[in-house]
C-alpha cells in the first residue's frame, strides 16, 4: 500500500511539474519565434532583460538572490525574464495577503503579553524580546511551563494525550500530514473528540502532503466531523504563489497546551521507518498563556483559507492559574514572506550577534546567505563557539551537496560543523550563553528563511535552555566534524557541477 501511495505521490507531482513546464517552454518558444518574426524585438527583449537586472539590484533581497537571478538573465535573457516573473518576485495575491494581514491584526488584539522585568532574564536577551514584540508583534510571555522534546516520537505521544484529554477544541497546521500508520493513532483520537463535540480543525500545505492528502481524506475527515483545509493547492499551470508553502507545525488543545518544533504527522518522524537511517527531530510543549501565540497564528491561517471563525473570544477566554514552575518568560513568534520583514532569518543573525560564549545550532540544511555567513564567520573572530550540525545522511543529494561545500567553507574559518552519524538530523535549533534556546521550524536555507510561512519558540528559562544544551552536546558526541571528510581532488564535472548549484543555491 506504502509503494502505490508513493507511486501515485510521484505520478502526480510529475505529471503537474510537465504540465507546467510545458507552459514555459510553450511561452519561451513563442517569443523566441516573435523575435525571429520581428527583428527589432531582440533589441526590446535587451533592454528588458537590462530593466529587470536592475530593478533586481534595487531590492532589498539579500546579494546571493540577485546575483543569481542577473547571472541566469544575462545568460539566459528569454527564460531567466520568465523564470523571474514567475518566482523571484514574492507574488502573493493580493487579496490572500489582505485578508492574511487583516487576520493578523485581528488576532493581535489577544496578544498582550507581558513587560519583562529587569535581572530575570539575560540583558543581552532583551534586544532579540524587543525585536520579536515590536516588528514581529509577537510578545514576551510568562505563566507558562515549557517541555523541551528531544524526539519525535515522544513529542508525538505527547500530542495524543493531551488530544484525548480535549474538552473544547484541537488545531492542527502541518506541512506534512500523511495518512499512514504515523497518523493513524492521532487520526482516530481526532475521530472521537470530533464524535464528541470537540472542534478539530486541520490545515496541511498540499506539497508537504502531497503523498497522502487527496479528496478522498478530505472527505473522510468532513464524514468524521473534522474540518481541512489545505493551504495554496498545486494546479498542472501557472500559479505564482506555489513558491510559498505553509512549513509551520503547530498543535493546540483547549488554548492551555501547545506544540510546535520540527516534526511533521508522518511515520519516518516517528522511526517506523528509517530511509535515512535515525531521524533525529525535536520540539516543544508549552503549558499557560503562550499559547495564546501559537493560537494566534494558527487562527490568522484558518482564517486566511475559508470562512473566518464566527467568534475568536472563543478560543482565548481559557484561565490559567500560575504555578511555581510556569514563571517561565516564553515568546511564541511566526514568519511569512508577504513583507519584507524576514523574522525567522533575524532571530537567528541576533543570537549570533548578541552571543558572549558560544551559539549551536541544529539544522538538516546549511544553504546560507553570504550576509548569514559572514556574521558566523564575525563570531568566530570575536572568540564565539559556533557550532553546527548537519545531517549524516542527507535526504535531498543536491542539496546535502551543496551543505557540504559551505560546511567546509565554514570550518576552514573555525567553525565547529558535525555531520550526524546515526542518520538523518532534521532538528530545527539554536542556542545561545545559557541564556536564550530557539526551537523552530526554519532550517538554515533559502526556503525557510525567505520563501516559506514558518515559526518558532524563543525560551528564556534556564532549565528548558540547558535541556536544549544537554541535548545537542549528545548530538555533537555522535557526530563526527566535517573537517575529517576526505578533501581529495574530484572531477572536473562534479567541481563544475558543484559550481553551479552552489551559484543558483538562492533559486533552489
Known amino acids: 500500500m506504502e509503494s ?17 513546464l510545458l507552459q514555459i517552454l510553450w511561452l519561451v ?15 526590446i527583449v535587451a533592454w528588458m532583460a537590462s ?7 534595487t531590492r532589498k533581497n539579500h546579494s546571493s538572490f540577485r546575483l543569481a537571478w542577473i547571472i541566469l538573465i544575462s545568460a539566459f535573457p528569454i527564460l531567466g525574464i520568465i523564470l523571474y516573473l514567475i518566482t523571484g518576485i514574492q507574488h502573493t495575491p493580493r487579496i490572500m495577503e489582505k485578508i492574511y494581514k487583516e487576520n493578523e491584526k485581528r488576532y493581535s488584539g489577544y496578544l498582550q503579553g507581558v513587560d519583562v522585568k529587569r535581572g530575570e532574564t ?13 516588528f514581529g508583534k509577537y510578545p514576551v510571555w510568562d505563566n507558562t511551563e515549557t517541555e523541551y522534546i528531544p524526539d519525535g516520537l515522544e513529542g508525538y505521544k505527547m500530542q495524543i494525550e493531551a488530544a484525548k484529554k480535549a474538552k473544547s477544541f484541537i488545531l492542527l497546521e502541518y506541512f506534512a500530514i500523511k495518512n499512514d500508520e504515523g497518523f493513524e493513532e492521532m487520526k482516530s483520537v481526532l475521530k472521537k473528540k470530533a464524535a464528541s463535540g470537540v472542534e478539530v480543525n486541520v490545515i496541511c500545505d498540499d506539497i508537504g502532503s502531497i503523498s497522502f492528502i487527496d479528496r478522498k481524506f478530505i472527505a473522510e475527515m468532513k464524514e468524521s466531523g473534522i474540518h481541512c483545509r489545505i493551504f495554496n493547492p498545486i494546479a498542472p499551470f501557472f500559479k505564482v504563489f ?8 503547530i498543535m493546540v488543545v483547549d488554548g ?9 504527522m508522518s511515520r519516518e518522524y516517528f522511526h517506523m521507518s528509517e530511509p535515512y537511517g535515525f531521524w533525529k527531530d525535536t520540539g516543544i510543549m508549552l503549558k499557560g498563556d503562550a499559547v495564546k501565540s501559537l493560537t494566534a497564528v494558527f487562527l490568522t491561517m484558518w482564517d486566511s483559507l475559508g470562512e473566518k471563525v464566527p467568534d475568536p473570544d472563543t478560543y482565548f477566554k481559557q484561565q490559567i492559574t500560575c504555578s511555581e514552575n510556569m514563571h517561565c518568560y516564553t515568546q511564541p513568534y511566526a514568519d511569512d514572506p508577504l513583507d519584507d520583514e524576514r523574522v525567522g532569518y533575524e532571530v537567528y543573525m541576533n543570537m549570533l550577534r548578541e552571543a558572549r560564549d558560544y551559539v549551536y545550532f541544529s539544522t538538516p540544511y546549511l544553504v546560507i546567505s553570504d550576509e548569514m555567513k559572514e556574521e558566523i564567520i564575525s563570531a568566530i573572530k570575536r572568540g564565539i563557539d559556533v557550532r553546527i550540525v548537519i545531517p549524516g545522511i542527507p535526504d535531498k543529494k543536491s542539496i546535502y551537496r551543496i551543505s557540504k561545500d559551505v560546511a567546509r567553507e565554514l570550518a576552514e574559518e573555525g567553525v565547529k560543523v558535525y555531520r550526524y552519524v546515526p542518520g538523518f538530523n532534521h532538528a530545527k535549533l539554536c542556542v545561545s550563553d545559557d541564556r536564550v534556546a530557539v526551537i523552530s521550524t526554519v532550517n538554515l536555507d533559502y526556503r525557510s528563511l525567505y520563501h ?9 528559562d534556564k532549565r528548558t535552555v540547558n535541556s536544549v544544551v544537554d541535548d545537542l552536546k549528545e548530538m555533537f558526541y555522535a557526530s563526527e566534524p566535517v573537517s575529517n571528510e576526505e578533501t581529495g581532488k574530484k572531477p572536473v564535472m562534479k567541481k563544475l557541477s558543484n559550481l553551479l548549484l552552489r551559484m543558483f543555491a538562492p533559486l533552489l
Open 4 to 20: 502505490a501511495i508513493f507511486k501515485r505521490a510521484i505520478f502526480k507531482g510529475l505529471v503537474y511539474g510537465l504540465l507546467v
Open 242 to 249: 506555489m513558491n510559498n508553502r505553509d512549513h509551520r507545525k
Open 122 to 134: 539575560d540583558e543581552r536577551s532583551k534586544h532579540l524580546q524587543y525585536y520579536l514584540s515590536e
Open 51 to 57: 530593466a529587470v537586472s536592475i530593478y533586481i539590484c
Open 256 to 264: 492551555v497546551v501547545g506544540f510546535t518544533g520540527g516534526y511533521n
Open 452 to 460: 516559506h510561512y514558518e515559526c518558532g519558540v524563543a525560551v528564556y
Open 29 to 43: 518558444a513563442l517569443i523566441i519565434s516573435v523575435e525571429r518574426r520581428v527583428p527589432w524585438f531582440s533589441t
